[in-house]
DNA sequence: TATTCCGATAGTGAC
DNA sequence: GTCACTATCGGAATGAG
């Protein structure tokens, strides 16, 4: 009756104030955590606290269009805290935040302020078709992809093909294919870069290596 | 341009008396030896001496209706003598063996003696599809795939699908798919054992470990 | 052809 | 499609004078 990995989220959810490194915040219904092994520069999980939602799968329990709104909402916040975390992480490289830094450092500053990097639009939150942990989590998660936790390509395709469900596109439509994941071999799917599409066949690491390329650039936006 | 390790049968028909241990026997158009990478617990190679043949493509040497019919008559005597030398290795073991043995010993023995084993039939002589050698040969060998040579896939494809074409299907007719080897994938096929049908898929070693039960099996037929 | 190196793949066990 | 460990499987390069 096994007692294994699969299970250790719940233990956040139980007793918060245990993981004070890696809580982000609590409430009534949801704990915000930073993911173990994060599979990019920045990786966090919304876990819903629900006795009965969280230990279900989550198509099943985004059936319940009270707690799916409750849980975009949460996720939303917790994103836009990514979002902070994002800018200080990579403010100072990227081309976008320094245009407003210098419209900031201006004497006098111009009446209109460049808005800055919209760092938002870089981190993804949704869940995975087949999710191996056994509690309810939502991933929070920067769409880099660089993280040396990120080991093979089931990892990998789990966040770059339709596997990873996007929060936005739920209730699923009945017809949706992401409800039969298994027969669409996502996860077999060959490799292919996020950001410029090329196509990595089965080589991860020379995937791993691009992305590190990639990433280099991506920041600097 | 290379000499490399794909010319290096040639040296036994240049210079046989240079392989004693190797050379089975010689005459002016043959020289069979011993197969220094065997894929079954014995395996013998027939080599034409013709300066022309010997460097065809064996579906392209076997055209020659009287250079075939020379290959199939001297492939054949060195079959019956594979034949001998899998009895002597095996007879000890073999059932139908030991019924002729206790015949011969009877006092008095019996009119009709019991033929014992056919080995000729445990023994197949043909040649690849797509040879890697470059000079010409005709395999000669027992069926077991017993032997710690056979490292891998493509080593047991290349004896257990028409990849392997037997002697006795020369001429090919023109519609013979095995004129176009690649196309039918033979190698990549699953391994399927020789003896009994069962699939193995991709998973040689557990080939392997069975091929080594049903040897067992096999040597006492 | 064989050998070697490296990386991808597959199965397991975890209390 | 938890992680971590192991064994196995698979492609690519090599080679020679
Ligand atoms: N003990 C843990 N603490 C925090 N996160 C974890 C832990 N174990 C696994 N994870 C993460 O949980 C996520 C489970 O993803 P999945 O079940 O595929 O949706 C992965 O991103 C793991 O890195
Ligand atoms: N130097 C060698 N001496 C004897 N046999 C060899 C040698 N090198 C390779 N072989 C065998 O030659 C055969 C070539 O098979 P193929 O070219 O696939 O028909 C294989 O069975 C090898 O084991
Ligand atoms: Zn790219
Ligand atoms: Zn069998």
Redesign the pocket.
Known sequence: ??????DDLGAYVRNPESFPKDVIYQNEEFVAIRD??P?SSLHLLLLPRDRIKMRKHPFEAFKDAEFLEKVKVEAGKLQKLAASELRRMYGKDSAQEKVRQAALDAHPPPDELPAGRDWVKEIKCGV?A????NDLHIHVIAVDHYSE?M?????????ATP?FVPLEDFPLKSDDSRWHP?REGY?RRDLVCWRCGRNFG??????KTHLWKEFGEWKKI
Chains 1, 2 share one sequence.
């Open positions: 009756m096994g007692s294994n990995r699969r173990k092994f599979k995975h087949v999710p191996s942990m936790r080991k093979h390509r089931k990892h990998y395709n789990s966040f596997f298994e996860l089965n080589s991860f690491e020379k995937l």
